[in-house]
Nanobody, 114 residues
Framework: QVQLVESGGGLVQPGGSLRLSCVAS????????ARWYRQAPGKQREVVAD???????YYADSVKVRFTISRDGAKNTVYLQMTSLKPEDTAVYYC????????WGQGTQVTVSS
């Protein structure tokens, strides 16, 4: 079974940047595509960004222009570059592969605070 491991979360000041990484134990992202979700305390999990197997990207309106999803097929890795971070971006960020059923990572905490 393929496993996903996220990294790159942490504490950052408003206006700062972070890059999240999600490494898969197998070559699945270029086949099934990948998605980043986030879940803030007391809120439902929401889609942040998606990249299809063909490389087409989608972004939630709240992160357009500020976040970029990308993929390195050779490294079985998907990235989420986050810039101009806001306090409302604070959440646990989860990586997933669009398999059936969905494959999930364990999540990484992002805290935006001064």
């Amino acid at each position: 079974q393929v496993q996903l491991v996220e990294s790159g979360g942490g504490l950052v000041q408003p206006g700062g940047s972070l890059r999240l990484s999600c490494v898969a134990s197998g070559r699945i992202f270029s086949i099934y595509g990948a998605r980043w979700y986030r879940q803030a305390p007391g809120k439902q999990r929401e889609v942040v960004a998606d990249i299809s197997g063909g490389g087409v990207t989608y972004y939630a309106d709240s992160v357009k222009v500020r976040f970029t999803i990308s993929r390195d097929g050779a490294k079985n890795t998907v990235y989420l570059q986050m810039t101009s971070l806001k306090p409302e971006d604070t959440a646990v960020y989860y990586c997933s592969a669009n398999t059936q059923p969905t494959t999930w990572g364990q999540g990484t905490q992002v805290t935006v605070s001064s």
